[in-house]
């Protein structure tokens, strides 16, 4: 079959704009399948509770925003003392933007015990140092994500939601939230937002458990702990709590599945549209190849073969480019405060490839075996 | 035996409630290294009888052997693994690949066989200046003329080195001079290598390169039924 190989190359070469045009329409598709496809594992990656998850998020009941979910500050020794829980981390959000845009920036505060004891060590210092957090009562600690985002260096002061920071240090962490949010002294977040601005009153807590078995079990106890209260609680693990807030872009995303497969559709479409109108044009040309000696499967080969090459090509210029722009810049989107990134891995490249590859398989497979079963003199009569 | 044996072939076409039966009954022997005419009116079914020879078409019934072989039964893949070896064609409209140049249309039926780069190299290169086109090689078939577009068709016909090599008009879209040119070149295969052709020609002139010529009417031949190289010759020549 080797030795057929020039035959289908030289076409393409050949008729580079024929090729030109299905390489480029597959690519654009195949781009927008691949980018729909991140988004879609981004919201996967950010929202689906999965086995070994620990952490808690204890909101104000009934309430969605960081700007109305108020809780006393006081409550994080009556939620440690809770059997399960490991660490109580009070929390202080403060967002440039509370609706659904790209590039929020998102404060948490928190009390430098904590800090030290519970945040510090999920991330990896890349640059400044947490002694540098320690001695400013404006600094924080700027999640990788951020950070590159926003073009974000150590010894920068930087400006969103109406305070300034100074950038003590930065910090890579694989919480996707973490990477996303830059940590201040609570007492900081707490005067500097004025907003409700009284010292004690926190947005959120964050709860680890002991064991990820009991999450739930823990979080009905944390609630229950709370229901008498003034302020009553309502507590969820951690992905849940960014489903619930993050639900118009939930949604959203999910109906842009549709497009994602319309996408594939046009892959599809595309490549069959090339093989089928190129058949038409070859009907005679495949005819004179049998008379020469060309079995029909060797025939049917090389037009599979051809369909193949235009996916390859087309696919594999879709789905780098779409590996290219996510990876080179991670996008976030976010809402209330939480973000789902959208970004790309090998294995997207991957999938996008062998989409783009079955499909135009499938779109050639059809035309070609038309052509092998199909009436040999005849095709000379016409 | 003869090299090509017909016995009883028919051929029909159905359309509905029509039956068109464009080759009747035909039996007809050629011995090897015959070159042969066929004549008749249009419609007579001499492209018909053609492509069954080559095994591009089947007949409805009869018995059909080239060399020994019987064709008939033969499945379509079987037949064109036999073609590849055993027939060459040369069509009234040349029919070569346009995307591919003289050098690539004549190499194409050797990409079936088992041969070295080197040995297809070889024999397309032979074949080409056979033909009168060695300095044609990286032409394309829109860049050559009617008549060098006929004789690469004629060069790929012939580079498997076939024994049997059918043409249908061979001459029929050409001028004059170059349907001479090409009849030139087709005898001397015929004299020179030996083949067996089997030519279709509407034009007489054409015909008297051959050494006998037969004649279709309405799917039946209207000439003796045995032609050989050595039997007395009916038309033509
Ligand atoms: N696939 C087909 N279906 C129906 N009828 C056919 C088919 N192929 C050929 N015929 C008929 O068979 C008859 C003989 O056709 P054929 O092409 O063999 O004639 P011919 O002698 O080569 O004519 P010409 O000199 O015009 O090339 C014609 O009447 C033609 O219409
Ligand atoms: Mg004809």
Redesign the pocket.
């Known amino acids: 079959m080797i030795r057929f190989a020039p035959l289908v190359t030289k076409r393409l070469v050949r008729q580079p704009l024929r090729t030109l045009l299905t390489v480029v329409g597959v690519a654009v598709a195949m781009f927008l399948y691949c980018v729909v496809e991140a988004t879609q594992a981004g919201v996967t990656r950010a929202t689906a509770v999965v086995a070994g998850d620990s952490v808690l998020v204890v909101y104000r009941e009934n309430r969605y925003c960081p700007f109305t979910s108020r809780l006393p500050q006081h409550y994080q020794p009556r939620i440690a003392q809770i059997p399960g829980v490991a660490h109580v981390v009070p929390m202080k959000i403060l967002v440039s933007n509370c609706r659904a845009s790209l590039d929020v920036v998102t404060f948490r505060g928190v009390p430098e015990q904590d800090f030290l004891e519970t945040t510090l060590p999920d991330f990896e210092i890349v640059a400044g140092s947490a002694e540098a957090w320690s001695h400013r009562s404006d600094a924080a600690l700027v999640g990788d994500a951020l950070a590159s985002r926003r073009g974000i260096k150590v010894g920068d002061r930087f400006s969103a939601a109406g305070i300034t920071v100074y950038v003590a240090a930065i910090g890579r962490t694989d919480e996707l939230q973490s990477r996303n949010a830059a940590y201040t002294h609570l007492a900081f977040l707490q005067e500097a937002a004025q907003r409700g601005g009284t010292g004690g009153v926190v947005t959120q807590f964050n709860v680890t458990v002991s064991d990820p078995e009991r999450l739930d079990a823990i979080a009905q106890a944390i609630d229950a702990e709370f229901a008498a209260d003034s302020e009553p609680t309502f507590t969820q693990p951690e992905k849940a709590f960014v489903g619930r807030a993050a639900t118009d872009v939930v949604e959203i995303v999910g109906f842009a599945r549709w497009l994602g497969w319309g996408a594939l559709a046009a892959v599809f479409a595309l490549v069959a549209n090339a093989i089928v109108l190129a058949i038409n044009e070859r009907v005679r040309e495949y005819a004179i190849l049998e008379t020469l000696g060309f079995t029909g499967a060797t025939i049917a080969g090389l037009i599979v073969a051809e369909g193949a090459l235009l996916g390859l090509l087309g696919g594999g210029a879709g789905a780098v480019g779409a590996f290219a722009l996510l990876s080179l810049q991670t996008y976030s989107v976010s809402m209330e405060g939480v973000h789902v990134e959208v970004s790309a891995g090998p294995s997207l490249l991957l999938s996008g490839l062998v989409a783009s590859i079955v499909l135009s398989v499938l779109a050639g497979a059809v035309p070609a075996l038309r052509v092998a079963r199909g ?1 040999l ?2 095709a000379f ?1 016409t | 035996m003869s090299f090509v044996e017909c016995r009883a072939l028919e051929r029909t ?1 159905t ?1 509905g409630d029509n039956t ?1 039966t ?2 009747r009954a035909l039996d007809l022997e050629i011995e090897q290294g015959t070159f042969l005419a066929l004549m ?12 069954l020879l080559a095994g591009i078409d089947r007949p409805s019934s009869g018995e059909l052997r080239i060399d020994g072989q019987e064709i008939t039964t033969l499945s379509r893949a079987a037949l064109a693994r036999w073609r590849s070896v055993a027939v060459g064609y040369v069509f009234q409209l040349y029919h070569l690949v346009p995307v591919l140049t003289a050098y690539e249309n004549v190499e194409l039926p050797l990409l079936l066989h088992d041969l070295s780069r080197k040995e297809r190299h070889r024999r397309t290169a032979l074949t080409l200046e056979l033909v009168g086109l060695a300095d044609r090689h990286d032409h394309y078939p829109r860049q050559l003329s009617g008549g060098q577009e006929q004789r690469v068709a004629i060069a790929r016909a012939l580079v498997t080195d076939p024994q049997l090599i059918l043409a ?2 061979p001459t029929g879209d050409l001028d004059a001079e170059a349907a001479k040119g090409i009849m030139t070149l087709l005898a001397a295969l015929h004299r020179d290598l030996g083949k067996t052709l089997v030519m ?1 020609t ?1 034009d007489p002139k054409t015909a008297t390169f051959a050494d006998l010529t037969l004649h ?1 009417e309405k ?1 039946r031949l209207v000439s003796p039924a045995t032609v050989g190289a050595d039997a007395p010759a009916e038309g033509g020549a």
């Open positions: 009436d003199a005849g009569r | 076409y359309r068109i464009p080759l008749g009116p249009s419609g007579s079914g001499k492209t018909t009888l053609l492509n249908d008009e279709v509407h279709l799917g």
